[in-house]
Each structure stands twice: as structure tokens, then as C-alpha cells.
């Protein structure tokens, strides 16, 4: 069964940094694209980046553009998302999941339960 | 960006009725489209891409159609276990973009 577990979220000030992981089971890790996609409250879902399962390409939402880094560690079977100069409008849910089989990169057909970040002062 | 938009934000039926979930795209997507279910308490889940193509594990009670900018998720008889929140979402081009969510809920 596939598995995505994520974690590290928090309170945390504006301005500040904070790194989510997201752990995976149940699949050849190494073998997929995974994406961060984010929920802040009472709002739709916003997908905000993507890597390919060997790290060679990345892409984000210009809202994370220059602030958040994806990276993913395949020997550890974890995602990673860095998040920097933090604002309150990056207060969210953020959930990681699994790219499709095969050339499906943007589609996502696992999902973690998320991990809650919140932005104030 | 491509503008995803789902018009009914909620939807209340009854246990075998049939109801379809519309989503809207903003310019053609041709049939780079997927939906998504999400229940309290529970992950997002794949219900379908390609805008047909029912994943694996997926009723076929479940069925999507549509292509260029108009789509439409129907389930038909629909059961209990059906209430929950239904995504769709584009993947024609960067960056992915969702529709805003329409409830159903189950008389």
C-alpha cells in the first residue's frame, strides 16, 4: 500500500524558513515524479512544485518561485520542500503526492493526509 | 494560467440517483484533465484522468467525459460512501491548475 507521511510543519513568523519532509513506503521511490501541493484555509488547492524522480527537472508555482526548493533524497525514500521568506499567505495545508505511472508527471494518484503550516506574527 | 472552474460548489442527492459534477476550463486542455474525491479525515484520491480514464480501484459507477474546455464527472446510482469533496484539475499545461471544489453531500 502506498504510504506518504508528511511532517514539520508549525507556527512560525514571517520572514522565517522552515522545511517539510514527506516520507514514503509502499513504492519504488526513486521511480516517480512527486509534487507539493498546498490548501490554506477556505481556499481551493494550489499546486506549487514538482520533481522528476531522478531530480533532473523542477518546476514551481511563481507564488513559490525564488522562496521554496524541492529536492528529494532517493536513498531515504524522502521529499523534501524548503520553504524561505515565509508570509502569512503561505499559511496552508501542504500535502505531498505521487506522480502517475509512465509519462503521467502532473497527475497525482497518491496523496499524504498533510502537514499544516502557519505563518504569524 | 489555466482558470479551472467548477460552478455547482454544492450538491446534495440521494442514494441511487445519478448527479454529474461539471468543471470548466478557461482555454482547451484537450483531455488533460483528473478528478479527484477527498473525504473528511481521509487523502485526496485519483478518481480519473485523461478525462475518462478511470484509475485503478475506481467504481464504475464513476465515469468522465468532455474534452477541450467542458467536462463532467457523473456517478450513477450513486451510494453513501460517494459524499465527499470532487476536484478537477488540469495537467495541459504548467502551472496545474484545480477547479475550486464541489461538495457533494447525500440526502
Known amino acids: 500500500e502506498v504510504q506518504l507521511v508528511e511532517s514539520g510543519g508549525g507556527l512560525v513568523k514571517p520572514g522565517s524558513s522552515l522545511k517539510l519532509s514527506c516520507v514514503a513506503s509502499?513504492?519504488?521511490?526513486?521511480?516517480?515524479?512527486m509534487h507539493w501541493i498546498r490548501q490554506a484555509p477556505k481556499r481551493g488547492l494550489e499546486w506549487i512544485a514538482l520533481i522528476y524522480y531522478d531530480s533532473t527537472n523542477k518546476y514551481y508555482a511563481d507564488s513559490v518561485k525564488g522562496r521554496f526548493t524541492i529536492s528529494r533524497d532517493n536513498s531515504k525514500n524522502t521529499l523534501y520542500l524548503e520553504m524561505n521568506s515565509l508570509r502569512s499567505e503561505d499559511t496552508a495545508m501542504y500535502y505531498c503526492?505521487?506522480?502517475?505511472?509512465?509519462?503521467?508527471?502532473?497527475?497525482?494518484?497518491?496523496w499524504g493526509q498533510g502537514a499544516s503550516v502557519t505563518v504569524s506574527s | 494560467d489555466v482558470q479551472m472552474t467548477q460552478s455547482l460548489s454544492y450538491l446534495a442527492a440521494s442514494p441511487g440517483e445519478s448527479v454529474s459534477i461539471s468543471c470548466k476550463a478557461s482555454?482547451?486542455?484537450?483531455?488533460?484533465l483528473a478528478w479527484y474525491q477527498q473525504k473528511p479525515g481521509e487523502a485526496y484520491k485519483l478518481l480519473i484522468y485523461s478525462g475518462s480514464t478511470l484509475q485503478s480501484g475506481t467504481p464504475s459507477r464513476f465515469s468522465g467525459s468532455g474534452s477541450g474546455t467542458d467536462f463532467t464527472l457523473t456517478i450513477s446510482s450513486l451510494e453513501p460512501e460517494d459524499f465527499g469533496l470532487y476536484y478537477c484539475?488540469?495537467?495541459?499545461?504548467?502551472?496545474?491548475?484545480f477547479g475550486s471544489g464541489t461538495k457533494l453531500e447525500i440526502k
Open positions: 484539475q488540469q495537467y495541459y499545461e504548467k502551472p496545474l491548475t
Open positions: 503526492a505521487k506522480s502517475l505511472y509512465g509519462s503521467y508527471y502532473y497527475v497525482m494518484d497518491a
Open positions: 482555454k482547451s486542455i484537450s483531455n488533460y
Open positions: 509502499g513504492f519504488t521511490f526513486s521511480g516517480y515524479g
